[in-house]
């Protein structure tokens, strides 16, 4: 959330950011201002209406003291009229800090100084690549296709049991699962993050604290009898165990990183958008956070944009990054990068991962704040990336590593290799292999 203080100093220049989202945010902020101008006004008189009235006190305590009584219940009278009127100054004060926060939560965050402006994603900006996306001919299985004939994923059972978007993985299919996560959980604790295992359910403040609510309200599980969301990513419980902490300057940075499951009620759509592994309602991610000092979170967001590089080219994908143009950036950023991963088969980029970095914005909300060595309690810079979501990893692994005679996925450092007996082979068939775990 944007801060009043910020509003207040530069309206001009946070009007400017936000149209490279495409808001016209004029009307808002002024509604706003004029709220803290109200706010503010009644704070002033409260404060003199108190100030008045501790006097009167101390007239009525003199006056009983020497025994002047009546005088004493004149000026008694006077502090009731007082202490109604403060009464209504502190409701007013609560009814302005009300709509002001009504406001205030439905601004988006300032991007920063290298996002550009833009309506969608054709206005993204690609400011890396790395490898050749395989020439396939049109002669490529989807993924769908080749996890049916091997019996990796079964989408009908997940449809059965369920509901559309909630596959069954199996067999090797599972084990290929629990083979990336790992070697995703095991590639972030070697660059130093903490793993946790989370809760997978979350209370309405932790999804207000990350700006889940009440922006994306509509596309999270809402258990309603208990007032608890399901996760749509592990980054709204890991940073919110930040909530309300005041952290010291050598705190910093935090590094945290959990395995969970993701709950998604994502819009109705239909084709080669959400065939498959495309778009799922859960799904599988690993997820490295960051809390970071304000001086050193660009700096930081690099280093977590080369973690993921390293991910991708140790499972030997395609893979290009795009700066995110101000209007595709989500509500909370101030600059993400997305990775996008080849797709043999379906022959496009699909979307594997998002690094971002919030400033101060999911701070604010969640009062997370750190001392600096000056002694004043400052906001801290939260950060967030996917590292990385499986479904669409998968996807590309099976996609993009077959050829005449099957599928064989890279064998990814951490990931323990087949035994001599399988001959590279854990399927158990010939023109299929993964790497084992």
Same mark, same amino acid.
């Given at each position: 959330?944007?801060?009043?203080?910020?509003?207040?100093?530069?309206?001009?220049?946070?009007?400017?950011?936000?149209?490279?989202?495409?808001?016209?945010?004029?009307?808002?902020?002024?509604?706003?201002?004029?709220?803290?101008?109200?706010?503010?006004?009644?704070?002033?008189?409260?404060?003199?209406?108190?100030?008045? $009235?501790?006097?009167?006190?101390?007239?009525?305590?003199?006056?009983?003291?020497?025994?002047?009584?009546?005088?004493?219940?004149?000026?008694?009278?006077?502090?009731?009229?007082?202490?109604?009127? #403060?009464?209504?100054?502190?409701?007013?004060?609560?009814?302005?800090?009300?709509?002001? @926060?009504?406001?205030?939560?439905?601004?988006? !965050? &300032?991007?920063?100084?290298?996002? *550009?402006?833009?309506?969608?994603?054709?206005?993204?900006?690609?400011?890396?690549?790395?490898?050749?996306?395989?020439?396939?001919?049109?002669?490529?299985?989807?993924?769908?296709?080749?996890? /049916?004939?091997?019996? %990796?994923?079964?989408?009908? %059972?997940?449809?059965?049991?369920?509901?559309?978007?909630?596959?069954?993985?199996?067999?090797?299919?599972?084990?290929?699962?629990?083979?990336?996560?790992?070697?995703?959980?095991?590639?972030?604790?070697?660059?130093?993050?903490?793993?946790?295992?989370?809760?997978?359910?979350?209370?309405?403040?932790?999804?207000?604290? &990350?700006?889940?609510?009440?922006? /994306?309200?509509?596309?999270?599980?809402?258990?309603?009898?208990?007032?608890?969301?399901?996760?749509?990513?592990?980054?709204?419980?890991? =940073?919110?165990?930040?909530?309300?902490?005041? %952290? #010291?300057?050598?705190?910093?940075?935090?590094?945290?990183?959990?395995?969970?499951?993701?709950?998604?009620?994502?819009?109705? #759509?239909?084709?080669?958008?959400?065939?498959?592994?495309?778009?799922?309602?859960?799904?599988?991610?690993?997820?490295?956070?960051?809390?970071?000092?304000?001086?050193?979170?660009?700096?930081?967001?690099?280093?977590?944009?080369?973690?993921?590089?390293?991910?991708?080219?140790?499972?030997?994908?395609?893979?290009?990054?795009?700066?995110?143009?101000?209007?595709?950036?989500?509500?909370?950023?101030?600059? =993400?990068?997305?990775?996008?991963?080849?797709?043999?088969?379906?022959?496009?980029?699909?979307?594997?991962? $998002? *690094?971002?970095?919030?400033?101060?914005?999911?701070? @604010?909300?969640?009062?997370?704040?750190?001392?600096? &060595?000056?002694?004043?309690?400052?906001? *801290?810079?939260?950060?967030?990336? $996917?590292?990385?979501?499986?479904?669409?990893?998968?996807?590309?692994?099976?996609?993009?590593?077959?050829?005449?005679?099957?599928?064989?996925?890279?064998?990814?450092? &951490?990931?323990?290799?087949?035994?001599?007996?399988?001959?590279? !082979?854990?399927?158990?068939?010939? #023109?299929?292999?993964?790497?084992?775990?």
């Amino acid at each position: 959330m944007l801060t009043l203080q910020r509003l207040r100093d530069d309206r001009d220049a946070v009007l400017a950011a936000l149209a490279k989202r495409h808001v016209d945010a004029a009307s808002t902020i002024d509604q706003i201002l004029e709220l803290d101008a109200q706010r503010r006004a009644a704070q002033t008189e409260l404060d003199q209406v108190l100030a008045e $009235s501790n006097a009167l006190s101390r007239q009525i305590g003199g006056l009983m003291r020497e025994g002047k009584r009546d005088e004493a219940e004149a000026i008694k009278a006077q502090t009731a009229g007082l202490k109604d009127k #403060s009464g209504a100054l502190k409701e007013a004060m609560e009814q302005a800090d009300h709509r002001m @926060n009504e406001w205030l939560v439905q601004l988006p !965050n &300032t991007p920063y100084d290298l996002v *550009v402006a833009g309506t969608g994603a054709e206005d993204n900006v690609e400011v890396f690549r790395s490898g050749e996306p395989p020439v396939a001919g049109g002669h490529a299985k989807p993924h769908w296709d080749i996890a /049916k004939e091997f019996g %990796l994923i079964d989408f009908d %059972l997940g449809a059965k049991v369920t509901g559309a978007g909630f596959p069954f993985y199996k067999g090797k299919g599972a084990k290929l699962q629990r083979g990336l996560i790992r070697f995703f959980l095991e590639r972030a604790d070697d660059a130093g993050y903490t793993e946790y295992i989370p809760p997978h359910v979350v209370n309405a403040d932790s999804g207000y604290g &990350t700006g889940q609510l009440p922006d /994306k309200e509509g596309q999270m599980y809402h258990m309603q009898d208990d007032d608890l969301y399901m996760i749509p990513t592990a980054e709204v419980p890991l =940073t919110n165990i930040f909530r309300d902490v005041v %952290l #010291s300057a050598s705190d910093l940075p935090q590094k945290l990183c959990g395995y969970t499951p993701c709950f998604r009620r994502e819009a109705g #759509s239909y084709g080669k958008d959400v065939r498959g592994l495309n778009r799922l309602h859960q799904f599988d991610k690993v997820e490295i956070v960051q809390v970071a000092h304000p001086d050193d979170s660009y700096a930081t967001l690099d280093t977590m944009v080369e973690h993921v590089k390293g991910l991708l080219e140790g499972l030997e994908l395609p893979y290009r990054i795009l700066r995110l143009c101000g209007g595709d950036m989500g509500f909370t950023s101030a600059l =993400t990068y997305d990775f996008e991963v080849w797709s043999a088969a379906q022959e496009r980029w699909l979307e594997v991962s $998002s *690094v971002s970095n919030f400033e101060t914005f999911q701070a @604010n909300r969640l009062k997370c704040r750190f001392k600096d &060595t000056d002694g004043k309690n400052k906001w *801290v810079h939260t950060l967030n990336g $996917s590292a990385l979501a499986l479904p669409r990893i998968v996807a590309a692994l099976l996609e993009n590593h077959q050829d005449h005679d099957g599928v064989v996925i890279p064998k990814a450092p &951490t990931l323990k290799q087949p035994e001599p007996s399988c001959n590279g !082979n854990l399927l158990g068939l010939a #023109s299929v292999g993964f790497p084992a775990y």
